[in-house]
């Protein structure tokens, strides 16, 4: 389930296949499947990165000064913006291949990146490193670890590989810590981060209430939460004083862990970049509201306190109001992509 990212001007999103701006599973994390014929890949941009799944391999190889096996190269075809190819070298390393399926997803690649260029070394997990960044391709060494859980399609409910609570000190507490590092990153450390900011923080409270008048136009919406959703705009105690970088994406899915011969499960990466914007902070805690309740929200937001993040009066208050809110995300989702399950889901879902 991915939140609103939050961003001033940025689309919130919905399920895991339904995000705002790159939607998309957990291509970094999950094993690779069967191979694609080379004649099953669509074709990439204007470049030696086009192809099948072995020209692909051969540019990143040129590209990267690093032996691929085109033999081993399995494509993942179901991100609507990337398509991700796993790859393993000759010396056993497996490697991440994202090529953006449309200009503006090109676009988006540039901001990603300087994201990332902006955090590495902050955050005390690792996140993607970039060894190449072309237009049309993207090239890393895939994370170690598994997804903390995943997101059925179906029910949209998420499937823990862990149990959240039972280490802190291993999960949430880490998470937290890479949390704050990231709502701390300096915006005018970068060229490309300093163009985003300082936004408007008035910006994402506009933007959901034209997303809810939209809602109302198009869907039945139940009154007792559009009462709800109309009270939270209205309530300025909630809404964030300034912007701050986010992720724009966390949850189970997108946080790896690694499991020790001995010991519990520990956080090993934060994957999925490609909804980082400046935006509210907030929404850096809905989905794992949403994936493990407000157990885990409360034992998150005590985390990130003790780590050093700015917990807000009202701010607990404001993350259970966007879960709420989420499921318009969903329904609006659906109506612009033809999924009508998703919208039935959706207002199922908002039913007090």
Known sequence: ???ATGAAGAAPGAASKARAEAPGPVEEAAA????????????????GAGGGLADLAAYASRRLGVALDPATARADESGWDFRVTHVRAVD???WILRQPRR??????LAFEGAVLTAVRGRTPVPVPDWRLHDPDVVAYPRLPG???????????????????LAHPGHYLQPLARALVAVHTTALDGSPALARRGPADPG???TRIAERLTRARA???????????WRAWLDDDRLWPGRLTLVHGDVHPGHTLVVRPDSGPPALSGLLDWANADVGDPAVDFVDMLYAGGPAVLDRLLDAYRAAGGEVRDGMRAHILARAS???????LRGLDTGRPAWVETALRRMAP
Request: aromatic share 8%; hydrophobic share 45%.
């Open 325 to 331: 809110f989420l499921w318009v995300h969903v329904a």
């Open 218 to 228: 198009e869907l039945p919406l139940p009154p007792a939460g559009l009462r709800r």
């Open 92 to 94: 056993g390393a497996w």
């Open 203 to 205: 910006a994402v409270r």
């Open 1 to 3: 389930m991915n939140a």
């Open 146 to 164: 598994e997804p903390a859980g995943t997101e059925d399609p179906a029910t949209l409910v998420y499937d823990w590989s862990m149990d959240p």
């Open 103 to 108: 200009p503006e997803a090109s676009e988006q």
């Open 32 to 47: 690779p499947g069967p191979a694609v014929p080379a004649s099953a890949a669509p074709a990439g941009a204007d470049s």
